[in-house]
């Protein structure tokens, strides 16, 4: 058994990922029993921290963990706090993050292997009324 926290001060955006991610943002990587794949993990979002707008081929499940953010869909934007599950179908367009004001922090599990996360999407409204 191990026992691990969800630690804003630990881990670093990995470089591949750099230009995928407005503002500062940090996996935490986890131990897994399940080994590489579904990757398990937390990421630190900072205050104006935000992915851009992408898919998961197989989906993607987020929990809440610390702070508060948002998570959003080409219909809806909605506010996630500590506790909220998330499941992003798969191939659903969709962007997470804090808020302009707000770090948050949340632990996902999704599949990694190349290919999986398609970041060459239309941003829609993804830069409208974040500020």
Same mark, same amino acid.
């Given at each position: 058994?191990?026992?691990?926290? *969800? /630690?804003?001060?630990?881990?670093? =955006? !990995?470089?591949? $990922?750099?230009?995928?991610?407005?503002g500062? *943002?940090?996996?935490? &990587? =986890?131990?897994? !029993?399940?080994?590489?794949?579904? +990757?398990?993990?937390v990421?630190?979002?900072? +205050? %104006?921290?935000?992915?851009? !707008?992408?898919?998961?081929?197989? %989906?993607?499940? =987020? $929990? #809440? +963990?610390d702070?508060? %953010? #948002?998570? *959003?869909?080409?219909?809806?934007?909605?506010?996630?706090?500590? %506790?909220?599950?998330v499941t992003? +179908?798969?191939?659903? @367009?969709? @962007?997470?993050?804090?808020?302009?004001?707000?770090? &948050?922090s949340?632990?996902?599990?999704? &599949?990694?292997?190349?290919? /999986?996360?398609? @970041?060459?999407?239309?941003?829609?409204?993804?830069a409208? /009324?974040y500020?």
């Amino acid at each position: 058994m191990d026992f691990e926290h *969800a /630690d804003a001060a630990k881990g670093e =955006l !990995p470089d591949e $990922y750099t230009p995928h991610f407005q503002g500062r *943002a940090k996996f935490q &990587m =986890l131990n897994s !029993p399940f080994g590489s794949e579904p +990757a398990v993990f937390v990421v630190h979002f900072d +205050a %104006g921290g935000r992915t851009h !707008p992408h898919f998961h081929r197989s %989906g993607q499940l =987020l $929990y #809440i +963990a610390d702070g508060e %953010g #948002i998570v *959003a869909t080409e219909s809806e934007r909605r506010t996630v706090r500590p %506790g909220d599950v998330v499941t992003v +179908a798969p191939n659903e @367009w969709h @962007w997470h993050g804090g808020t302009p004001t707000s770090a &948050m922090s949340h632990v996902t599990v999704q &599949m990694m292997t190349p290919g /999986d996360v398609v @970041w060459d999407v239309e941003e829609k409204d993804w830069a409208t /009324d974040y500020e």
